[in-house]
Structures are given as structure tokens and as C-alpha cells.
């Protein structure tokens, strides 16, 4: 079946650091790939979103490349402000149907000033 | 912009009690989730439905049930609460990915964070 793994947080930054979180997948198939973002006490947002290999989503700074070579969709940030202090979650969904997403576990980031 | 509105943001229920929590979505999705969200175990879908009166088991739906008589609202039943169902509660809606096209992405709730003594 299809799964996505994220690395395990909580991931503590200073303001200013670069971020990574990892993201990897498992699927039959060419799945989109999301990355969502929950700040405290809302529900998710979608970050940013690629639909084919090679595709970049970017939003707010943040970056992800679809990679099909390594079933990765590693998130990235240049510089993290104290407001990212959320948890990221990387989803993937499959082509026609009506599945639903698959998410990771989640990764909570801190970010301290 | 899409809203996906959740009844409550807080319950306390009783252990054994029928709860019901209640999800309404206004851009005339056809998709709609029930999420369960636990730390360390991210999201597990409970339900969903991709029509009205239509719906299908996700990976946990033992203990729920769920019903859409229109297709704006979604409700996720809890026919006899119990402690173990604690937890953050997330609804989701999408559009119906077309044939061979792909899969679009799910707006969610505030989430309902219910909590059964």
C-alpha cells in the first residue's frame, strides 16, 4: 500500500537557520505530493503541492522538489522565523479515484528567537 | 475560499454517551474526510464519502460510523463513546479527482478535540 515516512521532531531551530524536514514516500504508481502545515490549535493548511517529478512547490519561503529517483519530497527553508513553529506533514494522493490523502506522522518544528 | 466548518472546537463527553460531531463544507465538494489525529501517529482517516449517502471505511473505523444525507455535511458518529476514542478530530473535503487526472488537495476544519471521561 501506499505510505509516506517523516522524519521524527520535534526539530528545534534558531531564528534565521536553514530548515529541512525529510519526506519519503511509497506508492504504486505517480502519486501528487503535499506538504501541510498545522499551527497550534487550527487544522491543516496546504503548504505547497507538486504533481509530477521534477515539479517544485513553493509558498511562503518554503520549497519542495518531487523527486521520483529517491520517492522524496524533502521540505526546505532558507531562513525560519519564530511564526513556522508548527508541525509539517507530507501527504501524497494517487491519480484518478477516490481515495483519500495518506499522511506522514507529522514533524513539530520550534523555532526559538 | 474554501471553509470547512466544524460544530465545536471543544467536547467532554461521557464514556458510553452517542456523540456526534458535525462537518459543513461550501464549495460543492464531492469528497469528504473523517480524520483522527493522535501524537506520534499523524492522521488516520476514519471515514469518507464521495457522494452523497455513499461512503466508505478508512483505516480505523471501528467504534465510528458516519452519514451524509446532503453533500455539504458530514457527520461522524460515535454510537458509544470511550476513552480510548480521546482525541482531535479532523474533517477534510476535496473535489473528485477526474478520470485519470489528479489527485487535488483536501482543505480541512479547525478540528474538534474531544475529549471522553
Known amino acids: 500500500g501506499n505510505s509516506v515516512t517523516q522524519m521524527e521532531g520535534p526539530v528545534t531551530l534558531s531564528e534565521e537557520a536553514f530548515l529541512t524536514i525529510n519526506c519519503t514516500y511509497t506508492?504504486?504508481?505517480?502519486?501528487?505530493l503535499f506538504w501541510y502545515v498545522q499551527y497550534p490549535g487550527e487544522g491543516l493548511q496546504l503548504l505547497l503541492k507538486?504533481?509530477?517529478?521534477?515539479d517544485k512547490g513553493s509558498n511562503k519561503g518554503f520549497e519542495a522538489t518531487y523527486r521520483k529517483e529517491t520517492t522524496s519530497f524533502h521540505l526546505e527553508k532558507g531562513s525560519v522565523q519564530v511564526s513556522d513553529s508548527a508541525v509539517y506533514f507530507c501527504?501524497?494522493?494517487?491519480?484518478?479515484?477516490?481515495?483519500?490523502?495518506?499522511f506522514g506522522s507529522g514533524t513539530r518544528l520550534q523555532v526559538q528567537p | 475560499d474554501v471553509k470547512v466548518t466544524q460544530s465545536s472546537r471543544y467536547l467532554v463527553k461521557r464514556t458510553g454517551e452517542k456523540v456526534f460531531l458535525e462537518c459543513v463544507q461550501d464549495?460543492?465538494?464531492?469528497?469528504m474526510f473523517w480524520y483522527r489525529q493522535d501524537p506520534g501517529l499523524g492522521l488516520r482517516l476514519i471515514y469518507f464519502?464521495?457522494?452523497?449517502?455513499?461512503?466508505e471505511k478508512g483505516d480505523i473505523p471501528e467504534g465510528y460510523s458516519v452519514s451524509r444525507e446532503k453533500k455539504e455535511r458530514f457527520s461522524l458518529i460515535l454510537e458509544s463513546a470511550s476513552t480510548n476514542q480521546t482525541s482531535m478530530y479532523l474533517c477534510?473535503?476535496?473535489?473528485?479527482?477526474?478520470?485519470?487526472?489528479?489527485?487535488?488537495?483536501?482543505?480541512f476544519g479547525q478540528g474538534t478535540r474531544l475529549t471522553v471521561v
Open positions: 506508492a504504486t504508481g505517480y502519486p501528487s
Open positions: 464549495m460543492d465538494h464531492e469528497n
Open positions: 501527504a501524497l494522493g494517487m491519480a484518478g479515484g477516490r481515495r483519500a490523502l495518506t
Open positions: 477534510a473535503s476535496s473535489l473528485k479527482a477526474r478520470a485519470g487526472g489528479l489527485r487535488t488537495e483536501a482543505f
Open positions: 464519502s464521495y457522494d452523497v449517502k455513499m461512503k
Open positions: 507538486a504533481t509530477k517529478a521534477d
